[in-house]
């Protein structure tokens, strides 16, 4: 059984900074690219940032671009979503997402796993 679990969100003001964890586990765990997406209320899942286990080839979205960063620790089995620089538009619900597979894919049916997910609110 193949386990993701997302913690690290909150609320913080315009301008401020989170990071995400997400921590998997299970026997059976071995994909090959994890990824980050969200979804804001009465809108469809999005695309965030995706990163390669290994070689840690990464994607974004233009939205994030130049403020997120997606990183990895192979070790721990734990990928990690840096936000900077939030904006009132960031807010939605975070998920973690898990793929087998090596291409780095955008859209959320390519992906095997998923967290619960974690809140993120940015206020103006």
């Known amino acids: 059984q193949v386990q993701l679990v997302e913690s690290g969100g909150g609320l913080v003001q315009a301008g401020g900074s989170l990071r995400l964890s997400c921590a998997a586990s299970g026997r059976s765990f071995n994909s090959d690219v994890m990824g980050w997406f969200r979804q804001a209320p009465g809108k469809e899942r999005e695309f965030v940032a995706a990163i390669r286990w290994s070689g840690g080839s990464t994607n974004y979205a233009d939205s994030v671009k130049g403020r997120f960063t997606i990183s990895r620790d192979n070790a721990k089995k734990t990928v990690y979503l840096q936000m900077n620089s939030l904006k009132p538009e960031d807010t939605a619900v975070y998920y973690c997402?898990?793929?087998?597979?090596?291409?780095?894919?955008?859209?959320?049916?390519?992906?095997?796993?998923w967290g619960q997910g974690t809140q993120v609110t940015v206020s103006s």
């Open positions: 997402a898990a793929k087998y597979g090596s291409s780095i894919v955008v859209v959320t049916t390519q992906y095997d796993y």
